[in-house]
């Protein structure tokens, strides 16, 4: 089975970037097996530390490179990327000729309880993953608006159109990262 390293940009306890990128899981169940790398056990990137890589940088890393592929769940804060989810962006860019998120199939979702579902934060996302050289998927878009019962507590999306077209996305993204491929070679 594929693996898929998940970033959530959040560090909030009850995120519902977190419940989302759970509830995709639950989505891709059989196909793709989603490791989470809990961001906020990096330090604040400093060049300074560069030429000797704290262990926590140095470990995501290690992990985008040991996964098929890399799933990006955005929160939107002020118009943009939270704090955490830059940061780790930097970190995986770094040493210099180093750059992690180099060909790595990548897809990109968000959610907000607002209408317009984080689609700030994640054309700036975008748009820095195409700088990074990460192999960007590019639809279908997901700028998901989370109302609290969108989500239950088993992770099941509630709304029938809803999980079509995220059983869509989950369809295309699975490709992206060779899933299908694999399956029809085995
Ligand atoms: C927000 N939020 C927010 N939402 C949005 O749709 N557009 C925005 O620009 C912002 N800006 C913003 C700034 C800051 C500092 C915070 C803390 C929040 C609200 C945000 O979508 C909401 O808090 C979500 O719950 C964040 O996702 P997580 O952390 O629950 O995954």
Redesign the pocket.
């Known amino acids: 089975m594929k693996k898929v390293l998940v970033l959530?940009?959040?560090?909030?306890r009850?995120?519902?970037?977190?419940?989302?990128a759970q509830a995709l899981e639950k989505l891709a169940e059989g196909r793709l097996e989603f490791e989470y790398f809990d961001l906020s056990t990096l330090p604040m990137y400093n060049d300074d530390d560069a030429a000797d890589y704290p262990a926590a940088a140095q470990h995501l890393k290690d992990r985008i490179g040991a996964n098929d592929g890399l799933l990006i769940?955005?929160?939107?804060?002020?118009?943009?990327i939270?704090a955490i989810l830059k940061n780790a962006l930097d970190w995986g860019s770094r040493p210099w000729g180093m750059n992690s998120w180099t060909g790595r199939p990548t897809a990109v979702v968000g959610?907000?309880?607002?209408a317009?579902?984080?689609?700030?934060?994640q054309i700036h996302l975008r748009s820095i993953l195409v700088s990074l050289g990460a192999t960007l998927m590019t639809s279908p878009e997901v700028y998901l608006q989370?109302k609290p019962d969108l989500i239950d507590g088993n992770r099941d999306i509630t709304n029938e159109d809803t999980r079509a077209f995220l059983a869509g996305f989950v369809d295309r993204f699975s490709a992206w990262v060779g899933a299908d491929a694999e399956r029809a070679a085995a």
Do not use: C, D, Q, Y
């Not at 009850?14 to 989302?20: A, G, R």
């Not at 769940?73 to 943009?80: A, F, I, K, Q």
């Not at 959610?111 to 607002?114: K, L, R, V």
């Open positions: 959530v940009g959040s560090n909030r009850e995120s519902i970037n977190l419940k989302f769940v955005t929160p939107e804060h002020n118009r943009s939270p959610a907000s309880p607002g317009m579902g984080a689609i700030a934060a989370l």
